[in-house]
């Protein structure tokens, strides 16, 4: 039959507007987090991590936050460009859990980021 | 410092067939996972390679496999192509040390 595709969130803002991507992850064992950036037709582009023991961290115009009480994260991007106008995903993994589980990273959804001239 | 590197960018199959996916971590970085990409599933793990050693799988079928060799490329494979093998395959390395996966640019593989 058909397949039907995600129904992605989306989020519209104006350029120079701050920009706040949410994402509830699932699993409460994981201790490290990853915010990517797709553009259409590349990969994803590594935007900004935090561990478990934090609870934000700034980048250059980026921000990530964790509340691991409610297990959500958040990215916030200040000053938003056209340029950042592409599908941003969190992506968690229980980075040090005896090293067993170092390399699988479980995504979410992704955010579609529009950005308006 | 080049990048994750993936060849062939783009493949077209027929049902049936295998295909055979390439991928160059960034130098230095051991541990190389293979993610697969479609609209209906988003984002899935397929496996993680260290050392020459599958060290994580996700839950796809067997036709699914891949190796590492000593210079840390790897390869996956798929056998027995079926249509909804279709997909971005991607590849991602990290250093044994740090945690970040970096993504190649993908190998977009149609089957028809």
């Known amino acids: 039959g058909e397949s039907v595709g995600l129904h992605l969130p989306t989020l519209s803002v104006q350029e120079g507007d701050n920009s706040i991507i949410n994402c509830a992850y699932s699993n409460s064992a994981s201790d490290y987090f990853i915010w990517y950036k797709q553009e259409s037709g590349k990969g994803p582009q590594f935007i900004i991590d935090i561990r478990s023991n934090m609870d934000k961290r700034q980048g250059q115009r980026v921000t990530v936050l964790l509340n691991k009480t409610v297990k959500h994260l958040s990215l916030q991007i200040a000053a938003t460009q056209p340029g950042d106008s592409a599908v941003y995903f969190c992506a968690e993994t229980t980075a040090f859990a005896g090293g067993t589980s170092y390399g699988k990273l479980t995504f979410g959804q992704g955010t579609i980021l529009t950005v308006h001239p | 410092k080049a990048g994750v590197t993936q060849t062939p960018r783009y493949l077209i199959k027929t049902r049936g067939q295998q295909v055979t996916l390439s991928c160059s971590p960034i130098?230095?970085?051991?541990?190389v996972s293979w993610y697969q990409q479609t609209p209906g599933q988003g984002l899935q793990f397929l496996f993680e390679y260290f050392s020459e050693t599958q060290r994580n799988k996700g839950n796809f079928p067997g036709r699914f496999s891949g190796r590492q060799f000593s210079n840390s490329r790897s390869e996956m494979n798929v056998s027995t192509l079926e249509l909804g093998d279709s997909a971005l395959y991607l590849c991602?390395?990290?250093?044994?040390?740090?945690?970040?996966?970096?993504f190649g640019p993908g190998t977009r593989l149609l089957v028809l």
């Open positions: 991602a390395s990290s250093s044994a040390t740090g945690t970040a996966q970096y």
């Open positions: 130098s230095g970085h051991r541990s």
